[in-house]
């Protein structure tokens, strides 16, 4: 998860996505050498076998957790950087491997990706996990290097775990499922690289799936139908004249009076702001987050604003402030805003059902808005193709906001998550492959 304090979210409509597009794969797909064939093409002999029960699920799930539990701790030792995942992507290309999945390497930089063909027909779903860690920079006052402070090892975790208990029930399994695991999602660089890559494509994918950890309790799920999270957007002024560099200060600090939200200075402020994304129409169901910093004749900003049909609101504010300083003043948006993540309402409301009928009623609570100071570029999929994305509770009983909420230096999240989210997602997965949309 991308984490900038001081930009602004907006929300999202609660509709299907409007922006999907197809992308052709070409010769950047050749050349990255993703070649898994057929992505439907079922193993033989699957006819007539039930399909993948919860149950079997479970039990796969209670032989596996210790070793995942391990597999974690190794990840979580050894955290890179965005772009750096060496390490991390030869782990996981290993226990693909050894599980029986046929893995390609090197996919959009060090992107994995692992494809588990069923016995059965079925529909193409993909699962994402992100691998890299939080930069020093991205760590809430900093740090000396590079950390897993976002859970990034767990999500990767919890994808290798499905995919194991998959390949052991695979005789049961319909269709195909293709798990990526993604470089570089902190830089919102990573998800872009693997598309170019053509693995969409290539595989065929119908629709995708993601967990990220949230603070929310360990054993809770969040789901978030028509919402996400926001996008981003960037704006430089650059002034002239002698009084330049103060003038400067004070177009900062206009601009930045056009938030609607602050970034939380306190677990009571990181509390309420929890409870205020649970919150139908809350505060939070529309925002603008800036942060505008001056530096001599300059005025940098970004801001996130949900919905993101407020970016072009928000730029005619910044070009109407900035237009007061005179011909003296230019204006620049040096690219298109990052899109928000908007996960289509019907998948997530499914995602729901399937949760409280196999983990229990308890289990699932549903945001009525978006976190207003984190992005993914996890949205640059569900642009192409629906799919869900859905917050994993990892706050132990006790432990202080801070613990359980991305990138603060003392996050610690309850590793009983960790079969949790397998459980969840390796059932929610082999259902969507037998086509079991609305269920």
């Known amino acids: 998860m991308n984490d900038q304090a001081g930009e602004t979210v907006t929300r999202p409509k609660k509709h299907a996505l409007a922006r999907r597009t197809l992308l052709t794969a070409g010769a950047t797909a050749a050349a990255a ?25 479970d039990a796969e799930v209670a032989r596996l957790e210790p070793g995942l539990i391990e597999l974690r701790r190794d990840i ?72 897993h402070l976002c859970g990034h090892d767990i999500h990767t ?26 470089p570089a999602e902190e830089a919102l660089a990573g998800a872009r690289a693997m598309i170019d890559a053509g693995v969409l494509e290539r595989t065929r994918v119908e629709e995708i799936h993601a967990l990220h950890c949230g603070p929310f309790p360990v054993g809770r ?43 939380p200075q306190t677990p009571a402020d990181l509390e309420r702001m929890v409870a205020d994304v649970q919150t139908p129409e809350g505060p939070l169901a529309r925002f603008v987050a800036v942060r505008a910093r001056a530096q001599e004749a300059k005025v940098s900003v970004s801001y996130r604003c949900w919905p993101q049909e407020r970016y072009a609101e928000v730029r005619a504010d910044i070009r109407r402030l900035a237009g007061a300083y005179g011909a003296a003043a230019g204006v620049s948006f040096p ?31 549903e945001l009525h808005a978006a976190f207003p100071f984190n992005g993914e ?42 079969g949790i989210g397998v459980r969840a997602m390796a059932g929610w997965v082999a259902q969507r492959t037998r086509g079991s949309v609305n269920q």
């Open 157 to 182: 975790t919890v994808a290798l775990g499905a995919a194991q208990v998959l390949a052991r029930l695979r005789q049961h399994l319909s269709g195909t499922v293709v798990f990526l695991f993604q």
């Open 377 to 418: 570029d996890f949205a640059l999929y569900l642009d192409r193709v629906p799919g869900t994305y859905t917050f994993l509770g990892v706050r132990a009983p006790g432990a202080p906001i801070t613990a359980c909420y991305p990138h603060y230096p003392d996050f610690a999240p309850d590793e009983r998550a960790i």
């Open 33 to 57: 050498g993703i070649g898994w064939g057929a992505a439907g093409t079922a193993v033989a002999g699957g006819r007539g076998r039930r399909p993948v029960a919860q149950e079997a699920v």
């Open 335 to 365: 690219a298109e805003p990052f899109p928000a993540m908007v996960c289509p309402e019907p998948d997530a409301r499914a995602l729901a059902r399937h949760l409280h009928h196999t983990l229990g009623a308890d289990t699932v609570t």
């Open 221 to 263: 799920f969040a789901v978030t139908p028509g919402y996400g999270l926001p996008g981003q957007d960037r704006a430089e002024v650059t002034l002239s004249g002698p009084d330049a560099p103060d003038a400067a200060r004070r177009l900062a600090a206009e601009i930045g009076a056009l938030a609607t939200v602050t970034p």
């Open 76 to 147: 979580h030792q050894h955290p890179e950087a965005p772009g750096q995942e060496e390490r991390t992507a030869g782990v996981v290309a290993r226990e693909l491997r050894a599980a029986g999945l046929a893995v390609a390497t090197g996919v959009g930089g060090h992107g994995v990706v692992g494809v588990l063909r069923g016995t059965r027909p079925g529909r193409t779903v993909a699962y994402r996990a992100d691998m890299d860690a939080v930069p020093p920079g991205d760590i809430v006052g900093g740090g000396p290097a590079a950390a």
